[in-house]
């Protein structure tokens, strides 16, 4: 069972004008405040931010059945070049909450599948609470990798340049990864030549 749900939570809602008559609808319209951490490291919606709610309550069998959609605004940065940016989110999400009773019918069912059972959610005196379903719903419609721009060049690896503000930036300095060897062997080819045998005649005062 949900915890004691408080009917004035934003994101409680009342399904008591239903009742119990399967087919009965209701249309909510609704605006929010975004909970904390609704999102993922680099984006999600801001804490406090307004979420538009439309959703449908449909009094079924078992319980009612909420279809809905979530339009709220999303800030992050971009993955290649850590700029921020900012988009628009529109999330769906349809939800069946349980009468308290149908836990037992499907007990005397006995459907066998305990992991769907755990996964249940249930009406609490004919209230029930949209923030799980809502985080989840946001969760999996935010981009895992969000952009700024589907081309964006990202950083430059040497200094961390962005790239989009100048296309031609490059470096003339060889590879960090090689400029040790370089400078060995420079200063090889330096001990060699100090170190040759001189010929006869390369001294200047053997005359």
Known sequence: MNARLDHRAPLVFDTRELGRRPGSLKRISRSVAAPKD?????IGVPEGATVELDLRLESVMEGVLVTGTARAPLTGECVRCLE??????????????????????SRDADTGDDAEEED?????????DLEPVLRDAVVLALPLQ??????????????GA??????????????????ALQGLA??????E??????????DPQEK
């Open 193 to 202: 030549k100090e170190n040759a045998p001189r010929q006869r005649g390369d």
């Open 162 to 179: 962005r790239l989009a503000d100048n296309p031609d930036h490059h470096h003339d300095a060889a590879d960090i990864r090689w400029a």
């Open 120 to 128: 249940r959610l249930f009406l609490e005196a004919d209230l029930f």
């Open 84 to 105: 921020p940016l900012e988009r628009e989110l529109e999330a769906e999400f349809q939800e069946m909450y349980s009468y308290p009773d149908a836990d037992d019918r």
């Open 186 to 191: 420079e200063t090889m080819r330096d001990g």
């Open 146 to 159: 969000p952009v700024c721009r589907e081309d964006c060049p990202g950083l430059c690896a040497e200094c």
């Open 38 to 42: 609704l999102g993922i490291e680099v």
